[in-house]
């Protein structure tokens, strides 16, 4: 009676290993075209320190992809707000939207509740730099006034008042930040910054949502 119960666990098992795999981002081609400004942040991650490992099951995919952007700052400098799901991901002029100075955010519906696994996200490579007080959270309130989950925050002396955040500032480059998306569900993804070191501005080139509808 007890053999049957075991091998339909370990082929459950070997159902579920075989339904995932590692989350790989596409990163674009490098091409830095300017100097960077110096760089003084006390929670500035060692350079090329690995992207966290995320298994997804093989029905992920980037939901983010076309779906509407809007922003704390509706009239953007230079680009417009679908760049940020459009796909483009190049470092180049006519890939970025710039949001003017101070916290800014962007935020993405994906029109449904989705399960979140993990999230990539391009500020700006053209040159090495990193953005200030970078927040991503999501919810299912498009006001993100309840239910809001925190996803990262590297926002160490709480400069943003929305919390002190343990997560580490990072160099931008081309392979972008993958942020673990801890399975939450939700519909909304907001994505905050506060300026870079180089400047007060803030940019976008990308953010891919990867995840799956909940059922």
């Given at each position: 009676m007890i053999r049957p119960l075991i091998f339909t666990a370990l082929a459950t098992c070997a159902t579920v290993a075989l339904a995932e795999s590692k989350l790989e981002l596409e990163f674009p081609p490098p091409k830095v075209t300017s100097?960077?400004?110096p760089i003084k942040l006390s929670n500035l991650e060692a350079p090329n320190t690995p992207a966290?490992?995320?298994?997804?099951?093989?029905d992920?995919?980037?939901?983010?992809?076309g779906k509407t952007v809007t922003s704390s700052d509706p009239w953007p400098i230079i680009g417009e707000l679908d760049m940020v799901t459009d796909g483009d991901k190049?470092?180049?002029?006519?890939y970025y939207v710039e949001l003017g100075e101070m916290q800014q955010w962007v935020q993405i519906d994906l029109?449904?509740?989705?399960?979140i696994f993990?999230?990539?996200l391009w500020h700006y490579h053209a040159q090495p730099r990193a953005?200030?007080?970078?927040?991503?959270?999501?919810?299912?309130d498009p006001e993100f006034a309840s239910g809001v989950?925190?996803?990262?925050?590297n926002d160490n002396d709480n400069s943003s008042d929305m919390g002190r955040g343990e997560d580490p500032a990072y160099l931008e480059k081309n392979y972008g930040r993958l942020i673990p998306g801890k399975q939450a569900k939700a519909r909304y993804v907001r994505l905050y910054s506060n300026g870079n070191t180089s400047d007060g501005l803030n940019h976008y080139i990308e953010v891919e949502v990867f995840g799956r509808p909940v059922e």
């Open positions: 100097t960077p400004a966290p490992d995320i298994m997804v099951p093989n992920v995919t980037n939901v983010a992809a190049e470092s180049e002029d006519g029109e449904s509740e989705t399960e993990g999230i990539g953005y200030l007080d970078v927040i991503v959270q999501v919810s299912n989950t925190t996803l990262f925050n």
